[in-house]
């Protein structure tokens, strides 16, 4: 009996292994085999088409790329860069920074960028921050607008309720209280500028809603952007982040090219292809990269 | 209709399909032969050693209250995956898998009538050979029923790996609700469906290989 | 060190009040898991006992319910959620699809099983079709249809915590929040909740099989249980004896 059990689990461990190795083979896409650059991106369009543009600038130096969506949150998304899951992502500079900075209190684009890249962990590194900004912004109704809530500030203490994503109360709920006293009765997870979120303020759920600038949303909902007089939301900079090891100088310079020909209104264009006319990420990227000469 | 049609006339995304579609393949299917192998000892055990069956029983009971996406996502923090890698939902689907198979594996074998087993022993079959041809061959059966649920619902439960970034076809779920775009989601549906159903057929016509007999007593 | 994060995550007070405290979420969990076993129960025990009742149907019933079984709970709940403008409909169904297939199997598995001597036996009594059904083979089926809805119930108690991804304030809340911050403890909090909830419920209901099913029969299923499918979560043998592939 006891030779019939060590013949079985050896045939197992045998069985177990082939698939181990064929794992490695697999397309499964993240194995970073040499010379290969993940990018990877996270679980918004926006990002999406960055991811996809950097991907398709990092072909045309003749590096092998694969593709890597909807990562999930930054703190996912850095993990995967440094276990070497990811190479390359297209970022923010302000909430990065202050992800990186617990700390920090910079808003104003070139000192935060400044800021960042001296506080990127080792081997990490940032390119060329872009002109192109997405920001947090938090938005009403254009009701809730004409009834006097024009900025942060009007938002009062007590009066509404926020939508925005899980980690939103984590990295605000303190510091809109600090800058503007505004606190709401109660803050709902929704998503990140998603479905949820659009829809909780449409329905009535919630009355302010955290989105991003470039979002389509709002122009076709008709919200209203409220001010940040006292820029409580730092500077967003869109910014190549990278494993330093992952990409080769032409590379970087490609990536350099991608940043310098963004800008906030051809982002938000090309966001508005995929959400609204339900074009591909890819094809808009394509579309994107012909515009810049590499 | 017309948006599945315009989805599906780009030939980026019918080449990003067929990725996806691979890949969903192997996250749901390698966990499936896995787990038969496993379910196998872990069965073997249960029949030989009666104290193992109750525990067994037990864990497998544990498992299944644990949600997929926990398990999918704990993985890495346990034994220092990758937070990627998709060895995560494998693993993942492997526990689920096994603990699903056990049970009928150790039944199976509890139910070899004796007087055969005895009939074997007595024509000098050894243990393993008695084992492997006879008393593995008559489970099948009832392994084979467990194994096509086993793919269904690992074929079904893949989907949920895109919350963490390795969905196979799942990614057509969450890519399409962020863009309230309906084309996607639809055929992530209908092609996780017809991947079950090719599945299913090609193990009950590897069921119907490995037990001729069936066919024979079948009136 | 990860269980320590999610106890301390499960004792914070502040997890205890307010409009998202462990609680509310329990019991908003709870009501759709109970909702989505219900609505699953009035169609699938009906349609189960009628199949397994007549013997007619067997096949169509068993290619169905696979059928239903492969249907991705992820994708049917955010194609709901587009269609329907909301989350809760979407849930509800994506549940109930998730919960038909097992109770179906239990009941229709359940009359089936029944011994043929024994229907024959009320047959010969001179008991109509629905005394025999009423009187023989659902009492008999008890045991299986239980069985079925404790499969049921777990898989939905499990599933229920994809719901938050569409809005819902489930336990699968602290699951994606956690995860999106890789808040381990947050996150493993929230599966030791479901994991509990699930077990309390299939306790719950194990009690409820204790109380329901005959004495005389609980001897008999004790006899049998080597021969029954296995409880939890799916039940290959309807697959068979359904012969779908016969």
């Known amino acids: ?294 | ?219 | 060190m990860i269980f320590a994060d999610a106890l301390a995550w499960l004792l914070d007070p502040v997890n205890w009040s307010g409009g998202k405290s462990i609680p509310t979420r329990v019991g908003i969990h709870l009501l759709y898991c109970l909702g989505a076993v219900l609505g699953a129960s009035l169609i699938a025990v009906p349609l189960g006992l009628y199949v397994g009742h007549t013997g007619r149907g067997g096949v169509v019933l068993v290619g169905g319910s696979n059928a239903l079984r492969a249907l991705p709970t992820l994708g049917l709940v955010t194609f709901l959620y587009l269609i329907a403008g909301g989350g809760t409909v979407g849930v509800l169904i994506g549940l109930i699809v998730l919960a038909v297939p097992p109770i179906l199997a239990g009941a229709y598995a359940g009359v089936q099983d029944v011994d043929r001597g024994v229907v024959d036996a009320a047959r010969g009594m001179g008991m109509t079709g629905a005394q025999r059904l009423w009187r023989v083979e659902v009492p008999n089926a008890l045991p299986l249809l239980v069985g079925g809805l404790r499969n049921a119930t777990l898989q939905v108690v499990a599933t229920a915590s994809v719901a938050a991804y569409v809005g819902i304030e489930t336990l699968g809340r602290p699951l994606l929040d956690g995860l999106r911050v890789l808040d381990y403890g947050q996150f493993v909090g929230g599966a030791i909740l479901i994991a509990l909830l699930a077990v309390v419920l299939d306790g719950v209901l194990a009690g409820v099989g204790r109380l329901v099913v005959p004495a005389g029969l609980r001897l008999t299923a004790r006899s049998r249980s080597r021969r029954t499918p296995p409880r939890r979560r799916e039940m290959p043998v309807p697959v068979e004896s359904g012969g779908s592939t016969a």
Not at chain 1, 180 to 200: C, H, L, S
Not at chain 1, 264 to 272: F, H, I, P, S
Not at chain 2, 29 to 52: E, M, N, T
């Open chain 2, 1 to 219: 209709m017309g948006d599945i049609a315009k989805y599906l006339s780009d030939a980026g995304t019918r080449a990003a399909l067929l990725d996806m579609l691979l890949d969903h393949v192997y996250l749901s299917l390698v966990p499936l032969v896995v787990s038969v192998v496993l379910a196998i000892v872990l069965g073997l055990l249960c029949h030989r050693f009666r104290q193992f069956n109750a525990t067994l029983i037990g864990l497998s009971n544990i498992v299944y209250t644990i949600p997929s996406l926990a398990l999918f996502a704990i993985i890495p923090a346990l034994i220092g995956t990758r937070v990627l890698d998709p060895l995560n939902v494998i693993i993942a689907l492997t526990v689920y898998t096994t603990a699903l198979l056990v049970r009928p594996v150790a039944e199976a074998l509890a139910a070899v009538p004796a007087h055969v087993t005895a009939a074997a022993t007595a024509m000098g079959f050894r243990p393993l050979r008695r084992f492997l041809t006879v008393e593995l061959p008559l489970s099948v059966p009832v392994l084979a029923a467990g194994v096509r649920v086993g793919s269904v619902s690992n074929i079904s439960l893949v989907s949920v790996g895109a919350l963490i970034g390795t969905g196979g076809l799942g990614t057509l779920f969450t890519d399409g609700f962020r863009q309230r775009y309906l084309a996607p989601i639809i055929i992530g549906i209908v092609l996780t469906l017809v991947l079950a159903l090719v599945v299913d057929l090609l193990l009950v016509l590897l069921r119907n290989r490995l037990t001729p007999w069936a066919r024979v007593v079948k009136p």
């Open chain 1, 1 to 294: 009996m006891k030779r019939t059990l060590a013949v079985i689990v050896a045939a197992t461990a045998l069985v177990v292994s082939a698939c181990g190795s064929k794992e490695d083979l697999s397309g499964a896409g993240q194995q970073a085999a040499s010379g290969e650059v993940v990018v990877g991106s996270a679980d918004f369009t926006e990002n999406k088409i960055l991811a996809e543009i950097y991907a398709a600038a990092l072909k045309t130096t003749g590096a092998t790329v694969s593709l890597r969506h909807g990562v999930g949150a930054r703190e996912l998304i850095v993990q995967a860069l440094q276990d070497k899951s990811l190479g390359v992502v297209p970022e923010y500079t302000g909430n990065l920074l202050n992800y990186f900075d617990k700390t920090n209190t910079t808003t104003e684009a070139e000192e935060v960028y400044t800021a960042l890249k001296s506080k990127a962990p080792a081997g990490l590194e940032v390119l060329e921050k872009s002109d192109a900004e997405d920001k947090d912004v938090l938005v009403v109704t254009k009701a809730t607008a004409d009834g006097g809530v024009k900025s942060i500030a009007d938002l009062g203490s007590g009066k509404y309720v926020l939508g925005a994503a899980g980690e939103w109360a984590q990295r605000w709920q303190t510091k809109i209280n600090e800058l503007y006293g505004v606190t709401f009765t109660e803050i709902k997870t929704t998503d990140a500028g998603g479905p949820i979120t659009v829809d909780a303020l449409k329905n009535g759920t919630v009355q302010v809603i955290n989105l991003y600038t470039t979002s389509a949303d709002i122009k076709a909902n008709g919200f209203v952007e409220l001010e940040d007089p006292k820029t409580m939301y730092p500077a967003q900079n869109i910014v190549p982040l990278l494993r330093s090891d992952a990409v080769d100088a032409k590379g970087k310079e490609a990536l350099n090219k991608v940043s310098a020909a963004l800008t906030t209104e051809n982002l938000a264009d090309l966001v508005k292809r995929v959400d609204v006319d339900k074009e591909t990420a890819a094809n808009v990227a394509a579309d994107f990269l012909k515009t810049v000469s590499l």
